[in-house]
């Protein structure tokens, strides 16, 4: 009897796992099905399907809304594949005009699709290349430009997308030419925190390449939006402040001395010493003040505005730090103050021993 019921049990469980067997072939063959059905909405020329591409142009709203789902799962399954028949079929333009519209189920589906196509690391962006994220780059400034109500969830969005496009050097130049600058530095007042950090994070971009990058945000007031950021209450704002602060900390002497000019040092200093700011935003400060070191070292006139924004005392403050990185540069920056011949040397020395 016993060994009939264990029998039995076997039995069932065999049926157990064959049903799971089952169900994981099934899911495999759906998926394959799915993917068959994607690529079937690209061309051998790389092109979208002619159906797809006018229901995208179509007043029907169904049409346009299943044709947008269409791409978006492509997008979201073979975004390498897509990204040069979305190109090619020019349906960038569509897309994002679609984010202006009052219809928010369109409106989420073309920011996925906008997500997508400009999605990845630092690297991948890179990847994109300029060729295919040229035509990006006029579509997004004109929506920027003429998009009034800036509560749209899609507007930071597209600022998203314009911040990774940036990442390209010549892709920057370009956004930079565009005059796209001063809007972006309107958007970095207080207000939409979301739309405030893309801002932020964007411009951040530009000051990470080259002197026309980094001067025409400046030249736009950028220095003046980030002594607010740099004191808000919106952590990720904070540390893109710092970022891009640091990033024009690098560049040349007179940009460095506009810092100290619009009071941006200091209160960067300050946050060396918060235990309660993030380690991030803590380590670009600290970056920030070993780069101004660095460079005092070569403009010695720079030693005593860094002494007047409290650096002696940064470096006491943060010494108490735990975080490897961030001792390491401290104690960099630290070692260029002492052994640099300056005048003041020894009263900034005092300072030291006295926080």
């Given amino acids: 009897m016993e060994s009939a019921t264990e029998s039995t049990l076997q039995s069932q469980r065999d049926d157990e796992v064959q049903g799971q067997e089952d169900s994981v072939s099934e899911v495999k063959t759906e998926k394959e099905l799915e ?12 092109h979208i399907v002619p159906e797809i591409v006018s229901a995208i142009h179509s007043a029907d709203r169904k049409v346009r809304l299943a044709a947008t789902v269409k791409v978006r799962r492509l997008m979201r399954e073979l975004m390498e594949s897509a990204r040069q028949p979305l190109v090619n079929s020019e349906l960038i333009e569509p897309v994002v005009g679609m984010l202006s519209f ?20 630092v690297s991948d962006s890179e990847q994109l290349g300029y060729e ?21 969830e899609s507007f930071a969005e597209v600022l998203r997308s314009l911040s990774r496009i940036s990442v390209n050097k010549t892709a920057a130049e370009d956004i930079v030419a565009t005059g796209i600058t001063p ?13 405030r950090h893309c801002a932020v994070h964007c411009l951040g971009r530009f000051t990470s390449h080259c002197e026309p990058s980094i001067e025409a945000p400046i030249q736009a007031g950028f220095l003046t939006a980030l002594r ?21 900390a690098k560049s040349s002497l007179t ?49 005593p505005k860094l002494v007047q924004a409290n650096c002696m005392e ?8 735990t975080h490897y990185h961030t001792l390491r540069g401290l104690l960099k920056g630290l070692k260029n103050v002492v052994y640099a011949q300056w005048s003041g040397r020894e009263e900034a020395l005092e300072r030291f021993k006295l926080s």
């Fill in 228 to 248: 607010s950021c740099i004191n808000c209450e919106h952590d990720d704002t904070r540390l893109d402040a710092c970022w891009a602060t640091w990033n024009i």
């Fill in 314 to 321: 940064a470096f006491a403050w943060g010494l108490a730090s």
């Fill in 255 to 303: 940009h460095a001395q506009a810092l100290f000019d619009n009071d941006l040092v200091a209160p960067i200093f300050k946050m060396i010493s918060n235990p309660e700011e993030g380690t991030r935003t803590r380590q670009n400060a600290v970056c920030l003040l070993f780069t101004l070191t660095k460079k005092a070292k070569e403009h010695n006139e720079l030693f």
């Fill in 35 to 46: 993917e068959i059905e994607l690529k079937s909405y690209i061309t051998s020329d790389l």
């Fill in 183 to 195: 809007r972006l530095v309107e958007l970095c007042v207080p207000g939409n925190d979301n739309l």
């Fill in 132 to 152: 295919m994220t040229r035509h990006m780059i006029p579509v997004l400034i004109k929506f920027i430009k003429s998009t009034a109500d800036e509560t749209f």
């Fill in 102 to 121: 009052d219809d928010l189920e369109l409106c989420e589906e073309a920011a996925w699709i906008l997500i997508n196509f400009t999605a990845g690391s």
